[in-house]
């Protein structure tokens, strides 16, 4: 599965306002379920923070991927918010947090590949420093999709 293939701009959110890590889960699954991604905010949730415990998921220079595994979960997906303001969050760091990408995904079996398989495809592209700057600096949802997707039929947007 390749990231163009997931990514959807109505689960994309820039400059998103949240006060706290609570805030943006909230938000972001708020967004999840009335994009049909989700059938339970309360339940997604609760996933959510389980998973938490396990271990931190701000991965450091501002970014947290937080995972949603979750029998609530109707359809896979990645909702992605760069926040107006930067957030507290347990990081690898001990930074703030501006970007996250929450994971959404079905805990059923077959679901850990798509998981894992998205979940490498990200990490591989927030290893490149300076496309992680454009993704963190992005001003759109279409900037967003571009860098992470590499789709050249959008290259004129953003010369």
Same mark, same amino acid.
């Given at each position: 599965?390749?990231?163009?293939?997931?990514?959807?701009r109505? +689960?994309?959110?820039?400059?998103?306002?949240?006060?706290?890590?609570?805030?943006?889960?909230?938000?972001?699954?708020?967004?999840?379920?009335?994009?049909?991604?989700?059938?339970?905010?309360?339940g997604?949730?609760?996933?959510?923070?389980?998973?938490?415990?396990?271990?931190?998921?701000?991965?450091?220079?501002?970014?947290?991927?937080?995972?949603?595994?979750?029998? =609530?979960? *109707?359809?896979?997906?990645?909702?992605i918010?760069?926040?107006?303001?930067? +957030?507290?969050?347990?990081?690898?760091?001990?930074?703030?947090?501006?970007?996250?990408?929450?994971?959404?995904?079905?805990?059923? &079996?077959?679901?850990?590949?798509?998981?894992?398989?998205?979940? &490498?495809?990200?990490?591989?592209?927030?290893?490149?420093?300076q496309?992680?700057? *454009?993704?963190?600096?992005?001003? =759109?949802?279409?900037?967003?999709v571009?860098?992470?997707?590499?789709? =050249?039929?959008?290259?004129?947007?953003?010369?």
């Amino acid at each position: 599965m390749e990231l163009k293939e997931i990514l959807d701009r109505n +689960i994309i959110r820039v400059n998103l306002e949240a006060n706290s890590k609570d805030d943006v889960l909230k938000k972001m699954s708020q967004i999840l379920y009335e994009n049909k991604y989700i059938s339970d905010i309360d339940g997604f949730l609760k996933d959510i923070y389980l998973r938490e415990k396990e271990g931190i998921t701000g991965i450091g220079n501002g970014i947290a991927i937080p995972h949603g595994k979750s029998k =609530s979960v *109707k359809k896979i997906g990645v909702a992605i918010a760069n926040l107006k303001e930067e +957030i507290d969050w347990e990081t690898l760091d001990g930074k703030k947090v501006k970007t996250i990408f929450l994971f959404c995904v079905n805990d059923d &079996s077959n679901s850990d590949k798509v998981h894992l398989t998205l979940l &490498s495809r990200i990490a591989a592209k927030l290893a490149d420093d300076q496309l992680l700057l *454009k993704i963190t600096n992005a001003k =759109s949802t279409d900037e967003i999709v571009y860098y992470l997707s590499g789709d =050249s039929s959008e290259s004129h947007l953003f010369c």
